[in-house]
């Protein structure tokens, strides 16, 4: 079974600051996907980035890069430029290859960016 | 592009009844899957249609069921509701549910249990 772990369940940075979120992985899967996903006090899930694990590059957007440590089994989520919007619950995500819909998710890490 | 909508954001029952939520995908999303959040579980995924079959289920009881509608509308009941039921149930819709095709998640429908 494929288990997700994020150790920090809560976090806060100061605005315009780094922070970096980790997340550890458990699975004996070659190809799967992975997923930060954020969670506002709106509650609806918003996709922040994805890796795909055959990939070695690490993926970007904007503000937002991981670092994905394949053999480690290790993904983390920096934030640069924290913005106080960025304020949400963290999820960490894992998805098998061919999986349909069933994505396994952290526990969460509640990051708060102070003023 | 209009977002997932879920219906009810709201709602609150008594144990024993019956309930039902409805959630519209985004257009042209063939695939929608549910999740239970709950503080204590997390989140938890529930079951994922595509084309009004099920293709994937969860570790749930069999209290908990879905439909398809053919233009990818879905529904979710669960009977017999007890108070561990209360929880945010979310859906989300994507093209085909694969890997290479991310969740896109509606805001939920709060359900407590009394």
């Known amino acids: 079974a494929q288990t997700v772990t994020q150790s920090q369940p809560e976090m806060s940075v100061q605005e315009a600051e780094t922070v970096t979120l980790s997340c550890t992985y458990d699975t004996s899967e070659n190809n799967y996907y992975l997923f930060w996903y954020k969670q506002p006090p709106s509650r609806q899930m918003i996709l922040v980035i994805r890796?795909?694990?055959?990939?070695?590059q690490n993926a970007t957007e904007n503000r937002f890069s991981v670092n994905f440590q394949k053999a480690a089994k290790s993904f983390s989520l920096k934030i640069s430029d924290s913005q106080l919007g960025d304020t949400a619950m963290y999820f960490c995500a894992f998805m098998k290859h061919e999986e349909r819909g069933d994505m396994r998710f952290g526990a969460g890490t509640r990051l708060t960016v102070k003023p | 592009k209009a977002g997932v909508t879920q219906t009810p954001r709201y709602l609150i029952k008594t144990r024993g009844q019956q309930v039902t939520l409805s959630c519209s995908p985004i257009?042209?999303?063939?695939?929608v899957s549910w999740y239970q959040q709950t503080p204590g579980q997390g989140l938890q995924f529930l079951f994922e249609?595509?084309?009004?079959?099920?293709?994937n289920k969860g570790n749930f009881p069999g209290r908990f069921s879905g439909r398809q509608f053919s233009n990818s509308r879905s529904e979710m009941n669960v009977s017999t509701l007890e108070l561990g039921d209360s929880a945010l149930y979310l859906c989300a819709s994507s093209v085909s549910g694969l890997r290479n095709s991310p969740l896109h998640f509606g805001n939920g429908t709060r359900l407590t249990v009394t």
């Open positions: 249609y595509f084309s009004e079959t099920q293709r």
């Open positions: 890796q795909e694990a055959y990939k070695q």
């Open positions: 257009s042209g999303h063939r695939s």
